[in-house]
């Protein structure tokens, strides 16, 4: 593994900033498109970052060469700001090719129901600090 230096972080920032950039506009194209009764803006970002990811990914593997540079800008950078469900779906999607298919599965589960509870716990807590 590569040792993360500040050339990695700078990559991982660069890149984030143009994922975050590329979601808003995202979210905002599809409200505009499909109006606010659903998160079709949220769910397009995540199918399309895991659709990158894989592809991304398969790329990067298939070239001995690629640098860590450029999988940190694209993988972490990019795709981490326009979405971290593509990382989600790529950790389970490589636990399951390594036929760790019960950790894939706890993974999976794990992350959703800890990941709702968590947030629901969040406003709980900031509605009982700030609402008092």
Known sequence: MTPIGFGMVLAAALGG???????LMTVGWASRLFGFSFP??????????????GLITGWLLARIEASSFLRVF????????FTTFSAYSLD??????DHRHLAALLYA???????FAAVFIGLTLARLIFNS
């Open 109 to 115: 589960s794990g992350s959703v129901v800890l990941s």
């Open 74 to 81: 694209l993988t972490t950078g990019v795709l981490g700001g």
């Open 17 to 23: 900033g143009i994922g975050a950039a590329a979601r």
């Open 92 to 97: 389970f999607a490589l636990l399951w090719e």
């Open 40 to 53: 079709w803006g949220t769910l397009i970002v995540n199918v399309v970052g895991s659709l990158l990811m």
